[in-house]
């Protein structure tokens, strides 16, 4: 197959605005901003040059510690995208709320406007581990939400939770990270491994939301937004650029 010089160009320009190459705090391992999967839909709204993107999750979407919401991880999404590509009208919309389970954003899910969304980041899997709920329970919930999109020419990206060794002593939280995994793979959606990213930071002790002093914990919280953004633009220019590359 031969891809026309123009698209070919395109391409070149999605995959540079795409690389992983990032500074300070938000210096994140490739092999976690590279894609799995293409993003079609996504893929032909950006080349037209306007992508709505919908995300559905718990209470993490709201940027709970932070300064406020334009701080959160989807606000500096939506700014990170505009930065990467200049003339592209994006827009995010959140739908999410604390102790919101897989089932209730299922409703969410239900009821995303008309016109739809080119672009579901569904947030999942972290009430369920909390609360111990059966790991089947989740899998059916996030099967029937992605069945649905796929159905109504939606993309999706499924995230994972965020790392956290309060969780990790109090709940067997692998079981639903594997249902994620799983279901991404089942559907072929692109699974963003905030979890992993989130325990790289803390480890490099560039950003740890539980052992930074009080003081801090807002201009913390404030970069982890920063960085997650940063991290899930990346991942979504890699599969935009992948749906280039298959597209026939």
Known sequence: MRIPCAALLGLMLLAT???????????????WLDSDAPLPITAEAVR???????????????????????AAWPARLEARLRALRPGLRVEVAVRGGRGLTAADMLTLLDAAANPPPHLVIWQAGTVEAARGV?????????????????????????????????????????PYRAVLRIAAATHGVPLF????????????????????????RVAAADRLGECLGQSLAALILDAVADALVTRP
């Open 17 to 31: 605005a795409a690389s992983p190459v990032q500074a300070g705090p938000c210096d994140a391992p490739a092999e």
């Open 193 to 216: 491994n905030r979890y992993e990213l989130m325990q790289h930071w803390a480890d490099n002790e560039s950003i740890d939301l539980e052992r930074t002093p009080r003081e801090g």
């Open 48 to 70: 037209e040059g306007a992508l709505r993107i919908l995300v559905v999750g718990s209470a993490s979407v709201l940027g709970p510690g932070s300064s406020g919401p334009a």
């Open 134 to 174: 059966d790991t089947d329970w989740l899998a059916t919930r996030l099967d029937a939400g992605l069945t649905k999109l796929g159905e109504r020419g939606i993309d999706a990206v499924l995230m994972d939770q965020q790392f956290s060794r309060f969780m990790r002593a109090n709940a067997d939280i692998e």
